[in-house]
């Protein structure tokens, strides 16, 4: 059964809840944002473009490295952690802001949580 837009809701509520993360936003295969929580402060438009991006790029990695999709993608830096999750082969992306201490284990656990409930 393909997610809707309430277990997209239910997604981004349980991320939320997550102290270590600062946002977050649900993008679909064809690069089409379906649900979105930001801190204030963080330019909507422009990180959902640049996640418009990596849903290209991944492609891309996907076709050129003969790859099946990439479970996780993250970039660290001393302010802060970008990750991008891929939810399902037909369903698209997570793309996470956070703190420097964003646990990836417990975003993983909580991603995991958040779908057996959505379904």
């Keep these: 059964m393909a997610p809707n837009q309430k277990d997209f809701d239910t997604i981004i509520s349980k991320l939320d ?6 946002g977050c936003i649900i993008v679909s295969q064809d690069g089409e944002v379906v649900a979105s929580k930001l801190d204030r402060g963080l330019d909507e438009e422009k990180l959902v ?4 991006d ?4 991944f492609g891309k990695l996907k076709t050129e ?3 099946e999709s990439p479970e996780m993608v993250v970039i660290e830096g001393d ?3 970008v990750a991008a999750l891929s939810v399902a082969s037909d369903t698209g992306y997570i793309f996470l802001l956070g ?3 964003m646990s990836l284990g417990m975003i993983k656990m909580t991603i995991k949580v958040a779908i057996e409930k959505a379904q």
Aim: hydrophobic share 30%.
């Design 54 to 57: 990596m849903v290209g790029t």
């Design 65 to 67: 490295c003969n790859f």
């Design 17 to 22: 809840e997550v102290q270590e993360v600062r």
């Design 99 to 101: 703190k420097p201490d």
């Design 79 to 81: 302010s802060g952690k």
């Design 49 to 52: 473009a640049m996640s418009k």
